[in-house]
């Protein structure tokens, strides 16, 4: 029956569906175009849960230069990949805390930044000892199971800084002797002899809530705000975010939607949610102005 069904429907669109442990879910509903109707077919059919559907990449002759256009268009494609991987980790995290690491300095280096913050981790995951001028000790315990999504941004000064999204209570005292070591001080420094700063920025309060955390969508959007600035043509190549290796994107299930027009194929998408994933009515959704891509995001049952 299956199989019958598979044949009769209109592959018009197809449909990815990401499902978090938290019960959240996040649809992707795009118009299928004829010249890649048989390698979809094939990446379907072949592999209902594979990562993604990609494109080749149109070859350049050789000694050839892209055009500015292309360059533009490359650049809001990376910037638009790594704001999608950004939130789907800090959904798979269920991030709600934020914090920011600085410098005292103007540290324009972008290499030097990114050496600074893996020895952060080290420090934060090894554990590790401060000397103090009296001749004490502070030991400061491991941390092996921290995870975060780490974020560049560039200020207007030049110099780069770094938001971090994490999960649950922080010990902020841990954070900065640890960023503070990183960066070249003894990690208890005070006041204006304090190589940068760790710094815990808290959601905008509503009126008459204290809350202390963030909802993980307000977040990922926090850190994603700037990400377009970070990426500047001579580096486009590069990762503009960091996160911990045992942290993934959560796999895709993609499936055929029939319909002859972008609103049937819409109510059609929102039913097999509601069916096979239990989603529920309070639900985001935006539709691009071409009218050829659809996003949902909501929660469900499961």
């Known amino acids: 029956m299956s199989e019958i069904l598979l044949e009769d429907l209109q592959k018009n669109y197809y449909l990815n569906i990401r ?23 094939a990446s379907i059919n072949g592999c209902l849960t594979s990562s993604r559907f990609l494109a080749p990449a149109v070859p350049k002759a050789d000694g ?5 256009t292309d360059k533009a268009a490359n650049l809001a494609r990376a910037v638009r990949r790594s704001k999608q991987n950004i939130r789907w980790l800090c959904k798979v995290m269920q991030a709600d805390r934020l914090f920011t690491c600085t410098y005292r300095g103007n540290e324009e280096e972008r290499e030097k930044v990114r050496e600074d913050f893996k020895s952060f981790l080290r420090l934060i995951r090894t554990g590790f000892t401060v000397k103090h001028d009296d001749g004490t000790k502070t030991k400061y315990r491991p ?10 941004e560039k200020q207007e000064r030049g110099s780069f800084h770094i ?55 307000k977040l990922a ?4 705000k700037y990400l377009q600035k970070t990426f500047d043509e001579t580096a486009a190549e590069k990762k503009r975010y960091w996160h911990a290796k045992d942290l993934k994107s959560p796999e895709v299930q993609r ?8 609103v049937e194929a819409i109510k059609s998408t929102v039913r097999t949610l509601e069916l096979a994933h239990g989603l529920r009515p309070d639900f985001d959704m935006w539709l691009s102005t071409q009218e050829d891509c659809f996003w949902l995001s909501g929660r469900g049952d499961g």
């Open 19 to 41: 499902e978090f442990a938290s019960g959240a879910l996040e649809a992707v509903l795009k118009t299928v175009r004829p010249m890649k109707q048989e390698a979809m077919d």
């Open 64 to 68: 050839e230069e892209p055009s500015q």
């Open 143 to 152: 941390i092996e199971d921290w995870q975060y999504v780490a974020v560049l």
């Open 163 to 217: 938001h971090c999204g994490v999960k649950g209570f922080q010990y902020i005292k841990t954070l900065r002797a640890a960023w503070y070591k990183a960066i070249g001080g003894n990690g208890d420094e005070k006041g204006e002899h304090t190589p940068g700063s760790v710094n815990v920025t808290a959601p905008a309060k509503r009126w008459g809530s204290g809350v202390r955390e963030w909802k993980t969508e």
């Open 221 to 224: 959007g926090y850190l994603t």
């Open 255 to 262: 499936m055929w939607i029939g319909g002859t027009n972008i």
